[in-house]
């Protein structure tokens, strides 16, 4: 049968609970979220009192940092209730996810009422990080059992792309595939399938090699910091690394999935590293003490204040149990090797290295590597599994098997083996038929196949046509199309010619690829993938080419962020220099660009993700259509640099949230639409989502949200080709100049801000510019404008500005410290 989720119910609204349930709604997904009645009240009482608990968790959650909701909005789609009085709001779910205390009894009690609710189709599923998952509904026969299966979620499930499906021996495949298919398309999720194994694959993971690192620190007198400083971006994992990890997740329940593990993998054989008694003595002194991190103040680290007063994290002396001053520790191999590219090539050098780093390195990785071959086939099927698991539940750079390609499986088995890390015999079989890496890699480094220790030899790496890689297009074959002398600018038409994969054009800072179907992408790839001339001058090549070779184009990329807008530090050296003709030369080009992809004669499609600010959020509203990934953190945040925007993100403001306002009821007050976008810019607010990012003004209605960042180019140039099919080139509009008397109210409301304490003079200074150029100049009358005329407003005040010392003080602090300075 055809399955489909059109309502969910979430039982448990606990972090993890109320998280799964807005990250639905936050996909459009109605849900009935359920927990047990308050203390104290009885059937009857009043709704509000009897889902007290849960009403309170999900406030909780909208006021969480990070964000866990998307919009706010998204609440209204959350129902609550408790589990005695409303069950039976579950009668109609299509999935019913289970995210209660983590004993078996109570929720195969839980798992028996559902049966007495839900349809007979309905998807059942637990949350449950360890529990065995055919233990939890066995009991209820073949019928529901088929139709029920684990969903393990990593918390926050907003932010962390991991979701473990775990089947059981009479799950029905065709609900395992369905699952893995939503889960991907709908959530945004990184699925992988896991055996019905202790822990799964993140859990056990995570438990047995932050054990085993820990026991090994111990055992051979690291520190906190020590260890801290090894197991961080060195190796390509979060800063969090591994004690700042457990203050994170909380200690007690690092110890208690530990403490729960060991009884579970009686046959494993490394599972004494779950019972090393330095480290039990730790641990249990740690819970005794409430030391259990961020949750209770402090853990392996407190937060202390320094000697001027800033913030600074002392680690914990696991000797004395004082916690100390930082002490930076320095280690002469990784001053060696730090800054070696790219990271698997890094750990190789720093594992052989003889100092106590080189050591410590070596041994946690001999470990991890080693105990990661001897859990296939047992707990997940493919490497691929096991290596997902680490990069997308635990923000890894890279998963073990690919380390071990890195490092030199056959150059590294002997030595693991002989310091007491037993490889699988698969892992030995593979080596000694010849087989010299887990993955084969084609000429530009892009995975092709995967050893398979089921088929003992190497099957294709499974292919989703919905993902588009900047790499990817690169290694594309493409004919050359154009010939010269065909109307194209000789520069281009080299480009073209001398490629002998999907680059078209390509500089320092950008390139036009082929991504096939008469679909164009701009990519950038300037220095922190800010906007500068190199970057601009391919837009405009990419433009040309859209006229005469493609149908349409897509602006975007794959990297770690859009655009963090223009390159200030470029701005500092003209005005040093006295180049402010170049200057305003610059951003008239910046302009010209903007509006020229958003009247572009085909349409041009923008796909921004994560950070997107200043001339970035300009870039992103440039085209006739924005495809966002749902984690879109967009605002024109100038104001921080002491400018207002000068790309043409006043202008764009303004049409997008006044202009239509006020084309749709002339006699509306402007007052509070112009508030809102002279608010968003004077504030600098920085949307926390691309949902909220519509809120503020920066995405229409009909532009897009998608939810998997690898789907992202997929999707933008699937909307791309559907507007190409007659499309219609967008023409200037008129924007809404509010004029004077608005102009005057504006400046009452800067002037209240700057003696409340709001804003410092400066601050008034630039937001006074601001809301000169917002209401048209202060027009004597309201009235219609071109947009020529807003664009002409944001570069004057814009170059009136940047000449100002305490503007140049802000760009100047700002490339300092990569903070705003307030002067």
Known sequence: MAYSIRKAGVIGSGTMGSGIATLLAGAGIPVVLLDIPAKGTQPGDAPAKRNAIVSDNLKKLQSARPPQVFAASDIERVQVGNLDDNLDLLADADWVIEVVVERLD??????????????????????????????????????????????????????????????????DPAIVDFLVEFGTRVLGKGVVICKDKPNFIGNRFMSMSGMQAMNYALDNGFTVEEVDALTGPLIGRPKTATFRLNDLVGFDIAVGVARNLYPAIPDDPAREVLNHPKTNLISQKMLDNNWLGNKTGQGFYKQVKGAGGEKEFWPLNVETFEYEAPKNPRFESVGKHRKVEPTGERIRLLINEPDRAGQFLWHIHAFYL????????????????????????FSH??????????????????????AGYPVADWVQHMVGKGCKTFYLYDENGIKTHYYSPLDNDYVPVPADPREITVAGLRARKVPVAVAPGAGIPEMVTKAWKDTSAGVVANNGSASVLDMGDGVALLEFHSQAL???????????????????????????????????????FM??????????????????????????????????????FNMALGGGAELLMSGAKI???????????????????????????????????????????????LQKVFEAIATAKVSTSAKEARE????????????????????????????????????????????????????????????????????????????????????????????????????EAFMSLVTEAKTMERITHMLQTNKPLRN
């Open 571 to 608: 701005v500092v050296m003209a005005v040093q220099s006295g180049l402010m003709d170049q200057l305003g030369d610059s951003i008239s080009q910046l302009q010209n660009l903007t509006q020229a992809m958003r009247y572009a004669p085909k349409p041009v499609v923008t796909a921004p």
């Open 370 to 393: 080693a105990y990661a071959s001897n859990r296939v086939p047992e707990i997940t099927d493919t490497i691929l599994n096991v290596d997902n698991a680490q990069k997308w539940g």
């Open 530 to 568: 800010a906007i500068d001339a190199d970057l601009v001058e391919m837009g405009w090549k990419a433009l040309d080419l859209l006229k005469s070779d493609f149908d349409a184009l897509v602006v975007g990329h794959d990297g770690e962020r859009f655009c963090i807008g223009a390159n200030v």
């Open 106 to 171: 109570v929720k195969q009690n839980l798992m028996a009422k559902l049966a007495e609710v839900v349809r007979p189709d309905t998807i059942i599923t637990s949350n449950t990080s360890g529990l065995p998952i055919q233990a939890i509904a066995e009991h209820l026969g073949p019928e529901f059992s088929r139709r029920f299966l684990g969903t393990h979620f990593f918390n926050p499930p907003r932010h962390l792309r991991l979701l473990e499906v775990i089947p059981h021996t009479n799950t």
């Open 696 to 795: 503020l003004g920066f995405l229409g209605a009909d532009d897009q949200i998608v939810f998997n960042r690898a789907h992202l180019l997929g999707e933008a140039k699937r909307h791309a080709l559907q507007l190409a099919d007659g499309y219609v080139p967008r023409q200037p509009e008129k924007i809404w100049a509010a004029g004077r008397d608005a102009y005057a109210a504006l400046l009452l409301g800067i002037e209240g801000f700057r003696e409340g304490g709001y804003a410092s003079d400066y601050d008034a200074h630039i937001s006074r510019k601001l809301a000169y150029v917002l209401t048209g100049g202060a027009l004597s009358e309201p009235q219609w404008v071109s947009e020529q005329y807003i664009l002409d407003l944001e570069r």
């Open 627 to 673: 495809v966002a990934h749902s984690e879109l953190y967009t605002g024109l945040v100038e104001i921080g640099v002491g400018l207002i925007p000068a790309g043409g993100g006043c202008k764009e403001m303004l049409r997008r949230v006044v202009s239509p306002v006020m084309a749709a009821s002339p006699n509306a007050d402007v007052l509070p639409h």
């Open 397 to 418: 750079e890279m998963g073990p098997f690919e380390i071990w390609d890195a490092i030199g499986v056959a150059e590294t088995v002997e030595a693991f083996e002989a």
